[in-house]
């Protein structure tokens, strides 16, 4: 097996092609034709993953966030950045991502989401050619109130906390998401007709929301974390031989709540 069989499967699910311009999907560490013998996956490439790929024998990481995200000016064991990059290439890991390639399939990071809170007729919210594009949209089985519709949230994504704009009166029977930063998409979602718009990152102004339209933020780990067994299930179905693993360490959320 080579790097490339793998990359080759993850491409068919989310084509390299479709990623933004300002994203690095991808290979960042390793070649093509290097062989791989076991496979570790993870949301993001952090030094503690690539020990745990060194531990447990696996040559090849693929996480949904870039290694290497912008242009890097050094390479320095102080930064975790770089310190992961040194690790992987002094044992030989190849690193790849499938960050907004898995972000704009439908049945990727989005998707994933919007199967959490049992949507019907889901859909992609900002549609591009070829049918791939940001976040999605679709029914809740059926309406519920403000109040409701945050305790379902909280219940079937497992939160203790969440961050909602003013809470909006009658019933909210349409739903828009988008895993990750999608504070870009509000204005799709409210010509959508979403009465709910769920994402993370979002800053203070964004909450002043104006009609019967309201905004919730779940977090940025929080709304993309299943797309590491979406991933692993994947590669588990094409290469059912294959030492396929997914993280131990699971929660690599550097954010902390208190």
């Known amino acids: 097996m080579k790097v490339k069989d793998i990359i080759k499967v993850l491409e068919e699910f989310a084509p390299l092609s479709i990623q933004e311009k300002w994203d690095n999907s991808g290979l960042s560490v390793g070649s093509p034709e ?48 770089g310190a992961a990059v040194i690790k992987a290439v002094k044992a030989g890991i190849s690193v790849y991502a ?12 989005s998707g994933a ?22 976040g999605v949209i679709g029914s809740l089985p059926s309406p519920l109130t403000a109040a409701e519709a945050i305790a379902y949230v ?3 994504f497992s939160l203790k906390t969440v961050r909602v704009s003013r809470p909006v009166g009658g ?9 990750g930063a999608g504070s870009s998409l509000i204005g799709r979602a409210v010509a959508a007709g979403a009465g709910l718009y769920i994402t993370g990152d979002i800053s203070y102004h ?13 977090g940025h780990y ?12 994947l590669l ?23």
């Open 34 to 81: 290097s062989e791989v013998t076991s496979v570790l996956l993870g949301l993001d490439c952090t030094p503690e993953l690539v020990d745990e790929a060194v531990a447990c024998g696996a040559d090849m990481i693929v996480t949904h966030h870039p290694l290497i995200f912008s242009g890097l000016k050094k390479i320095s064991p102080e930064d975790p950045v």
């Open 98 to 109: 499938a960050h907004t390639t898995a972000d704009k399939v439908i049945s990727g990071v």
């Open 113 to 134: 989401m919007a199967a959490r809170l049992g949507l019907e007729n889901v859909s992609i919210l900002d549609p591009e050619e070829g049918g791939t594009g940001l």
């Open 154 to 156: 909280k219940d079937r």
């Open 171 to 179: 019933r909210i029977g349409t739903v828009a998401l988008c895993g």
């Open 206 to 218: 964004h909450f002043f929301t104006g009609g019967n339209f309201m905004l919730m933020d779940i």
């Open 222 to 233: 929080e709304s993309e974390k299943d797309i590491v067994p979406i991933l692993f299930s």
């Open 236 to 258: 588990k179905k094409n290469f059912p031989n294959f030492a396929v693993r997914m993280t131990e360490n699971v929660n690599s959320n550097p954010i902390y709540y208190f």
